[in-house]
C-alpha cells in the first residue's frame, strides 16, 4: 500500500509548483493603468540687465504608462497667472522683489516667443500648448520633457535692482490617451480602451536677479576713433567714435579715458606699427575739443559724469578725437590703445 501511494504524492506537488510561478508572474501587474505622471520645474533667468531682454529656456518632465498594447497620448500644458496677477492677466506675467517692485516676462510654447502657454483649466484663449506621445505595448513608462521657453522684454532704466522671483501651485498637465491611435485632443477618450487624466505638478517658479551694475556699451566692442588716410599733418584731423552707458536708476557715474600705451607723461600718442616713431592727439569731452578728457574718476574733474536717472538710458557719449598740426612723421600706420574706466 505504501508503494501505490508515493508516486500519487510525486505527481501531485509538480502541479501545485507551476501553479504558483504563475501567480508570482501576474502579481506584479496588477493596478497598472494608463497614465502620465510629473513633477516640479522652474524658470531661471540668471542675471539681467537694464536696457537689455533675456531669455532661457526650461523643461516639464513627464513619463506615461502603456498596457500590454501601444498607447498614444495627447498631453496639453497649462500655467496659471502666477502669485504676481496683474489686471491684464498673464501678458504679461510678473516677477516681484521683496518690496513690491515688478518686472515683466511670459512663458512661451515656442522659440520665437509668440505663442503665450495660458493658464488651466483651458487656456484662456491662447494656443493650446499640445503634443504627442506614444508609449510602446508591454507595461512600459517612458520619461520625456517638454520645453518652456521664457522672455523678459528689455527692462527700462528706472528697474530696480535686486531678486525677483513669481511662484506658480496649479500648473496642470491634461492628457488623453487610446490604443487605436493619438486622440485628437486632450479631453478625448472613453471606452475600454482609451481614458483621459490631469496631473497637478505642484511649487513651481521664475527668478532673475536684475543686476545692480552699469554697463558700458552693453557688453559689446567700441568702435575704434578712425583719422582715416591722411597724406599731410599740415592741418587739423578730427574724428568721433561713440561709447554707451547702462546703469539701474538714480545710479550715478564717472567714466574716464587713461593716456594710452604711448603716452609722454599726459601727451596722448599713437605709434608706428614697425618703428619708434608717433604721432600726437587728443580726446576730448565737447565738440569744440577745448575740454580733455582724462582720468580722474575720484574727483569727476576732467571725466564725463551722469546718473542713471537723469540722463537718457542708455547714455550715449561721442568721444572728440583730434591729431594738430605737427611735423610731418614716417608713412604708416598709426595706433593706440586706450583704456575706458567706469566708477558708479
Not at 506675467?93 to 521683496?98: E, I, L, N, V, W
Not at 493650446?128 to 521664457?150: E, I, K, Q, R
Not at 614697425?274 to 576732467?302: P, V
Amino acid at each position: 500500500m505504501q508503494l501505490q501511494s508515493l508516486p500519487r504524492r510525486n505527481h501531485f506537488m509538480p502541479c501545485v509548483m507551476r501553479m504558483c510561478v504563475a501567480l508570482l508572474l501576474l502579481s506584479p501587474l496588477a493596478g497598472w493603468s494608463q497614465q502620465c505622471n510629473s513633477s516640479g520645474f522652474g524658470i531661471a533667468f540668471g542675471t539681467v540687465y537694464i536696457n537689455a531682454s533675456a531669455s532661457t529656456v526650461g523643461s516639464v518632465p513627464y513619463n506615461c504608462q502603456s498596457n500590454a498594447s501601444n498607447t498614444y497620448y495627447k498631453l496639453c500644458l497649462m500655467i496659471p497667472e502666477g502669485n504676481i496677477a496683474a489686471t491684464s492677466g498673464i501678458n504679461p506675467r510678473r516677477m516681484t522683489d521683496y518690496n513690491g517692485h515688478e518686472i515683466a516676462y511670459n512663458l512661451y510654447s515656442d522659440a520665437a516667443f509668440t505663442k503665450i502657454i495660458g493658464p488651466p483649466p483651458s487656456s484662456a484663449g491662447y494656443p493650446d500648448y499640445t503634443w504627442d506621445f506614444m508609449v510602446p505595448g508591454g507595461w512600459s513608462s517612458p520619461a520625456g520633457s517638454v520645453p518652456v521657453y521664457a522672455f523678459i522684454p528689455t527692462l527700462p532704466s528706472s528697474t530696480t535692482a535686486g531678486s525677483y522671483q513669481a511662484q506658480f501651485s496649479n500648473v496642470t498637465l491634461k492628457y488623453a490617451w487610446s490604443n487605436k491611435g493619438t486622440p485628437s485632443n486632450c479631453n478625448s477618450g472613453g471606452g475600454s480602451d482609451a481614458g483621459t487624466g490631469t496631473v497637478i505638478i505642484g511649487y513651481n517658479g521664475t527668478t532673475a536677479t536684475v543686476s545692480g551694475s552699469c554697463q558700458i556699451s552693453l557688453g559689446k566692442t567700441i568702435s575704434d576713433l578712425d583719422f582715416g588716410s591722411v597724406s599731410s599733418l599740415g592741418s587739423v584731423q578730427n574724428s568721433t567714435t561713440a561709447i554707451s552707458v547702462s546703469c539701474p536708476g538714480s545710479t550715478t557715474w564717472k567714466m574716464g579715458l587713461s593716456n594710452g600705451t604711448y603716452a609722454s607723461g599726459t601727451q596722448r600718442r599713437m605709434k608706428h606699427s614697425a618703428t619708434a616713431n608717433y604721432i600726437n592727439y587728443e580726446l576730448y569731452r565737447n565738440s569744440a575739443r577745448t575740454q580733455r578728457w582724462g582720468n580722474d574718476t575720484t574727483g569727476g574733474t576732467d571725466t564725463v559724469n551722469g546718473s542713471g536717472a537723469a540722463q537718457t538710458n542708455p547714455t550715449v557719449i561721442t568721444v572728440y578725437g583730434q591729431v594738430p598740426i605737427q611735423t610731418q612723421p614716417t608713412s604708416g600706420n598709426y595706433s593706440d590703445a586706450v583704456t575706458v574706466t567706469l566708477v558708479y
